[in-house]
């Protein structure tokens, strides 16, 4: 019983795993290229989680096509709404590497743990 | 890169994943695909062009003046395409009210203005994907 | 230590939010919650009023063309978003050389 329910829930299951892996990069690893990783991975997750809510089973693609009659479609918005979100990561991730960029440039490291030590040492010099 | 092999097959490659991006452009509403994945495949053969050429010769295929153009030109021809729509039917973004050209369902011609917004999608991704690659390893305008 | 613990943690987070999917009104069929009467619509008059074969396309620049200028134009602020935030460093290097 409970491998049905894990069978009939395993793009959930997936998009969870993915959401999870992309937190623990986040949270666990200091370099900052790592953290946009993680972010990205937990983009990927929510991206599958809200996808796999559009499917139907035994459904097809929505595309029509007239010369077949009553086709059983999936569920069309959340694919496109997921290919708007899609482009929305991309921007941030750029963004968020010309930051990384920046920080390097400033302060020689990209890994946070040294770079709070730098950046207190400065606030008490001044 | 200085790789005879890595040279001659992006050589080769290239003109084919063009093609085939350009397909998906204009083939986005009879079939999977669209402005998205078309745009997003022609921006991944430049980056690959000016991965393997180096950037010198990257900016003369895609310069940064070319980069200009197409980013505000996608958005300006969108924004057009909605005007047409906002004088003709009173409606920013009208579609076949508008009198755009129906056609028949399942054929390249059709859909009235939806190819036309696809072009101007593809146009824009593209350009943007090379245009944020070139500015990261620019590092600067 | 400190790495058993997170990692316990984490394996606690995924199980509590397997849990929750199950809790879900799940059943990948036409009576799920999202599969609702502008999903149908779409659907079924889609490809008549706009004439286009695919209808995700047709949802795109049709239906919710808005939201697709409003994204392109997010792609444009990202690109001037970037530039400025590396423009200011190339600046600095140059107005350096300089003096």
Do not use: C
Request: charged share 15%; proline share 3%; net charge negative.
């Amino acid at each position: 019983m409970w491998l049905d329910r894990i069978i009939e829930n395993i793009n959930y299951i997936g998009a969870i795993a993915l959401f999870v892996i992309g937190l623990r990069i986040v949270v666990t690893h200091s370099n900052l290229i790592k953290r946009i990783m993680g972010i990205n991975i937990m983009g990927t997750g929510v991206f599958l989680f809200f996808v796999a809510i559009g499917n139907v089973t035994g459904g097809v693609p929505p595309i029509v096509n007239p010369e077949v009659e009553d086709q059983l479609f999936i569920n069309p918005i959340p694919s496109v709404l997921i290919l708007t979100g899609i482009v929305v990561v991309v921007s941030i991730t750029v963004y968020s590497l010309s930051l990384v960029v920046k920080i390097y440039e400033n302060y020689k490291t990209i890994d946070q743990k040294e770079l709070s030590k730098l950046i207190s040492e400065e606030n008490n010099e001044h | 890169m200085n790789d005879i092999i890595v040279k001659n097959i992006t050589r080769i490659i290239i003109p084919f994943a063009q093609v085939y991006g350009i397909f998906i452009i204009l083939n986005g509403h009879v079939s999977p695909g669209g402005g998205f994945a078309g745009g997003a495949i022609i921006g991944t053969t430049l980056i690959l062009y000016t991965l393997v050429f180096g950037r010198e010769k990257g900016k003369k295929k895609f310069s940064h003046k070319a980069s200009e153009i197409a980013e505000s030109g996608g958005i300006i021809w969108f924004v057009t395409i909605g005007l047409v729509g906002l004088v003709v039917a009173d409606r920013f973004l009208t579609n076949i009210n508008a009198g755009f050209p129906e056609g028949i369902i399942g054929e390249i011609l059709s859909g009235g203005m939806i190819p036309l917004l696809m072009i101007g999608i593809g146009v824009k991704v593209a350009s943007t994907m090379i245009s944020l690659f070139n500015l990261l390893i620019d590092e600067g305008v | 230590m400190r790495k058993i613990l997170s990692n316990t943690l984490f394996i606690v987070l995924f199980v509590v939010l397997v849990y929750a999917v199950f809790q879900m009104p799940t059943g990948a069929n036409i009576n799920a919650p999202a599969y609702n009467d502008i999903a149908r619509h779409y659907l079924e008059n889609g490809a008549s009023e706009t004439n286009a074969a695919n209808i995700i396309a047709a949802i795109l620049a049709d239906y919710r063309g808005f939201d697709t200028l409003g994204e392109t134009i997010v792609l444009f602020t990202s690109v001037v978003a970037v530039g400025s935030v590396l423009r200011s460093t190339k600046h600095d290097k140059e107005v350096r050389d300089h003096e």
